[in-house]
């Protein structure tokens, strides 16, 4: 487990180096020079007294800081989701697998346990760290050991429930970028919003261009900043709601393929 959270740490930490570079790459030679290229523009036409309406540009929209900062954050975001997602679709692959095979009708003895165990593992240690293997895992020690059934459920139950808070706890730092992704944006908002009250001067002599692209820095941040936010929130709950099928289809699998046909005591006789 620890080497895993060293794997995660490092993976976390290369994904954001990456979504840096890419997203500072894209603009520095794309969406920056086209959104300069175009404010000259209007600019020049503003000043030639030309009668024109302005378009609202997407890369005049995107240009800022705060929308770079955010294009990283959903970058980084969907890494991290991406990684977890990976690992949710291999431990499912597991529940297609007949770790347990115990033909309709037989009964699991407590002898019966450690014989189980094998091909459990026999598996790689990958996968036998797996949810639906540590469960089956615990659920035959504890049967093996106690010669009780209800002891083997529990096992199953709290290993269970533990996974399932590990899996929550491992989204905190997505749920800290869908936090900070519309934080960032509000920031964006009132740096524009200070920046237009600076140049309020300005605007009373005639000269709103400044005021107005202050403006247009402070609407826009909010704007792609919500808008990231609720696909990387959507993302989020997908995840989640993979993550918690994952752990009820594994505790039904031991229920179906280990518990029921375990016999211990009077039972056995």
Same mark, same amino acid.
């Given at each position: ?19 840096? %570079? ?8 794309? +969406?920056?020079? @086209?959104? /300069?290229?175009? =404010?000259?523009? $209007? #600019? ?104 009780? %059934? ?8 709290? +290993?269970?429930? @533990?996974? /399932?808070?590990? =899996?929550?706890? $491992? #989204? ?98």
């Amino acid at each position: 487990m620890k080497t895993r959270a060293n794997q995660d740490f490092l993976y976390q930490l290369f994904a954001l180096l990456i979504a840096v %570079i890419l997203v500072h790459g894209v603009y520095i030679t794309l +969406i920056r020079p @086209t959104a /300069n290229a175009q =404010l000259e523009a $209007e #600019l020049a036409r503003q000043a030639a007294g030309e009668a024109y309406v302005p378009q609202r540009s997407l890369y005049i929209v995107l240009k800022d800081y705060e929308q770079e900062a955010c294009f990283v954050l959903m970058l980084w975001a969907m890494a991290i989701m991406a990684l977890k997602a990976r690992r949710g679709f291999a431990e499912r692959r597991l529940l297609d697998s007949s770790l347990v095979n115990v033909p309709e009708g037989s009964r699991i003895l407590p002898e019966d346990a450690r014989q189980l165990t094998r091909p459990i593992q026999a598996l790689p240690a990958e996968q036998q760290d797996y949810l639906l293997a540590r469960a089956l895992t615990a659920a035959l020690h504890r049967f093996g050991a106690t010669r009780n %059934i209800q002891d083997a459920s529990s096992a199953v139950s709290d +290993i269970c429930e @533990t996974e /399932n808070d590990r =899996l929550d706890s $491992e #989204l905190s730092m997505v749920r800290y970028i869908a936090w900070a992704i519309p934080s960032i944006g509000f920031i964006g908002t009132v740096r524009g919003i200070g920046d237009a009250l600076s140049q309020a001067h300005q605007a009373v002599q005639g000269d709103i261009a400044g005021v107005t692209e202050s403006l247009g820095v402070a609407f826009n941040s909010t704007f792609i900043a919500l808008v990231i936010s609720i696909v990387v929130m959507f993302m989020l709950h997908q995840l989640q709601l993979m993550q918690e099928r994952l752990v009820l289809d594994a505790h039904s699998y031991c229920d179906r393929n280990l518990l029921r046909h375990m016999k211990a005591g009077q039972e056995a006789l």
